[in-house]
């Protein structure tokens, strides 16, 4: 069973910076598109940024276009996501995620952007920004 655990989340002011890490344990991600979502308290889960299996292609919500950083490390099954230039309203729970269709081999592919199409979570990792 694939297990993905979520590491780096904290407190952190107004236009600091974060890294987040996704471990995954038990098998391997690098066949498959992996994603960051988050949710806010009494918010909806919103897609952050996503990354093709080969990480040649990336693609990021509008609110934290040119301040997040998605990337990965298929030889040690991690994703990561730097954070820079938080706001207020970055703060959430985030997740990592596994796109539920493996898509090793694919190029240019149009990365999933909704919470549906993703079968495999993390826990979440607290990210607090005081203002």
């Known amino acids: 069973q694939v297990l993905l655990v979520e590491s780096g989340g904290g407190l952190v002011q107004a236009g600091g910076s974060l890294r987040l890490s996704c471990a995954a344990s038990?098998?391997?991600?690098?066949?498959?598109?992996m994603a960051w979502f988050r949710q806010a308290p009494g918010k909806e889960r919103e897609f952050v940024a996503a990354?093709?299996?080969?990480?040649?292609?990336?693609s990021y919500a509008e609110a934290v276009k040119g301040r997040f950083t998605i990337s990965r490390d298929n030889a040690k099954n991690t994703v990561s996501l730097r954070m820079t230039s938080l706001k207020p309203e970055d703060t959430a729970l985030y997740y990592c995620?596994?796109?539920?269709?493996?898509?090793?081999?694919?190029?240019?592919?149009?990365?999933?952007?909704?919470?549906?199409?993703?079968?495999?979570w993390g826990q979440g990792t607290q990210v607090t920004v005081s203002s």
């Open positions: 990354i093709s299996w080969s990480g040649e292609s990336t």
């Open positions: 038990g098998g391997r991600i690098s066949t498959y598109v």
């Open positions: 995620a596994r796109d539920s269709v493996p898509s090793a081999g694919t190029y240019g592919l149009q990365l999933p952007v909704t919470s549906g199409e993703y079968n495999l």
